[in-house]
């Protein structure tokens, strides 16, 4: 693909991602075929900082794991009302991660 | 506790990571007081959910975990203790006193020591503890 084409990706979209996977999406990016391009264009993905806000939120009734994608954690953390505050508390600090992960999977779908 | 250079340059995204661990222990111990199990819980989840996360990410997790581990039998010990007197005929001696002014500057200087290193673990340095440093390079070995 246009270098020009995978850098406005990359600038409309990097913040979806973990730091360092964003000069081997680059790479990935550059390599592939034109006919992609449309696909990509249209992935939609979840928002850490969005994500994160929800978890402050309604963390202890697993909305946040619902959104991202991760049902069966999120019927787990809704039944124990967030591990009893424990899951809560450890999801507001992991979430973003988790949530640039599922965002880097939904890529790497595409890409492969 | 002092700074010692790891094997390789943690990047951004490591330093954030490993310095969440601490800061996570804090919050858990905040919303866990008076039961002493909450922090090491929120630890240990917080280390297996880490697991597969980078050498750097993990040694500091491990870290945390082992120093959340040795403050559970201290403040277990102390709370039924506590427990004890409150709902027994146990009285208050001069043993108990000085076991609670003990199990007090322990937790508030470990305390302090997690606020410290996660502030300098975001910055990229590497921090190792007394005793738990050294036990935390015995277990965390990086991935071959």
Same mark, same amino acid.
């Not at chain 1, 449309?38 to 929800?54: E, G």
């Not at chain 1, 946040?64 to 994608?69: A, K, M, N, P, V």
């Not at chain 2, 199990?103 to 302090?112: E, K, S, T």
């Given at each position: 693909?246009?270098?020009?084409?995978?850098?406005?990706?990359?600038?409309?979209?990097?913040?979806?991602?973990?730091?360092?996977?964003l000069a081997?999406?680059?790479?990935?990016?550059?390599?592939?075929?034109e006919?992609?391009?449309?696909?990509?264009?249209?992935?939609?993905?979840?928002?850490?900082t969005?994500?994160?806000?929800?978890?402050?939120?309604?963390?202890?009734?697993?909305?946040?794991?619902?959104?991202?994608?991760?049902?069966?954690?999120?019927?787990?953390?809704?039944?124990?009302?967030?591990g009893?505050?424990?899951?809560?508390?450890?999801?507001?600090?992991?979430?973003?991660?988790?949530?640039?992960?599922?965002?880097?999977?939904?890529?790497?779908?595409?890409?492969? | 506790?002092?700074?010692?250079?790891?094997?390789?340059?943690?990047?951004?995204?490591?330093?954030?990571?490993?310095?969440?661990?601490?800061?996570?222990?804090?919050?858990?111990?905040?919303?866990?007081?008076?039961?002493?199990?909450?922090?090491?819980?929120?630890? *240990?989840a917080?280390f297996?959910?880490?697991?597969?996360?980078?050498?750097?990410?993990?040694?500091?997790? %491990?870290?945390?975990? *082992?120093?959340?581990?040795?403050?559970?039998?201290?403040?277990?010990?102390?709370?039924w203790?506590?427990?004890?007197?409150?709902?027994?005929?146990?009285?208050? %001696?001069?043993?108990?006193?000085?076991?609670?002014?003990?199990?007090?500057?322990?937790?508030?200087?470990d305390?302090?020591?997690?606020?410290?290193?996660?502030?300098? %673990?975001?910055?990229? *340095?590497?921090?190792?503890?007394?005793?738990?440093?050294?036990?935390?390079?015995?277990?965390?070995?990086?991935?071959?």
């Amino acid at each position: 693909m246009e270098a020009q084409k995978v850098d406005m990706f990359l600038m409309s979209n990097g913040k979806f991602f973990e730091t360092h996977q964003l000069a081997p999406i680059r790479d990935r990016l550059l390599q592939l075929d034109e006919s992609k391009w449309p696909i990509i264009q249209t992935l939609q993905f979840k928002d850490p900082t969005t994500i994160l806000i929800v978890s402050l939120l309604a963390g202890s009734l697993g909305i946040d794991r619902f959104l991202i994608g991760d049902t069966g954690l999120g019927v787990g953390k809704l039944i124990t009302c967030g591990g009893l505050g424990v899951w809560t508390i450890i999801d507001w600090f992991m979430i973003m991660g988790n949530t640039r992960e599922k965002n880097m999977n939904a890529l790497m779908q595409v890409l492969m | 506790m002092q700074a010692k250079p790891f094997v390789y340059i943690p990047g951004e995204h490591e330093a954030e990571k490993a310095s969440n661990s601490y800061l996570m222990s804090l919050i858990a111990i905040i919303a866990g007081l008076p039961l002493p199990i909450i922090n090491l819980l929120a630890t *240990l989840a917080f280390f297996i959910g880490n697991r597969k996360g980078t050498y750097f990410v993990r040694w500091h997790c %491990t870290q945390a975990l *082992l120093s959340q581990l040795s403050l559970l039998f201290i403040n277990s010990f102390g709370f039924w203790w506590t427990v004890s007197i409150i709902f027994s005929d146990e009285k208050i %001696t001069n043993h108990y006193l000085a076991y609670i002014f003990c199990v007090i500057i322990f937790n508030v200087a470990d305390f302090f020591a997690t606020i410290f290193t996660a502030i300098k %673990t975001r910055k990229g *340095l590497h921090i190792e503890w007394f005793f738990f440093g050294t036990l935390t390079n015995l277990i965390c070995r990086p991935k071959k």
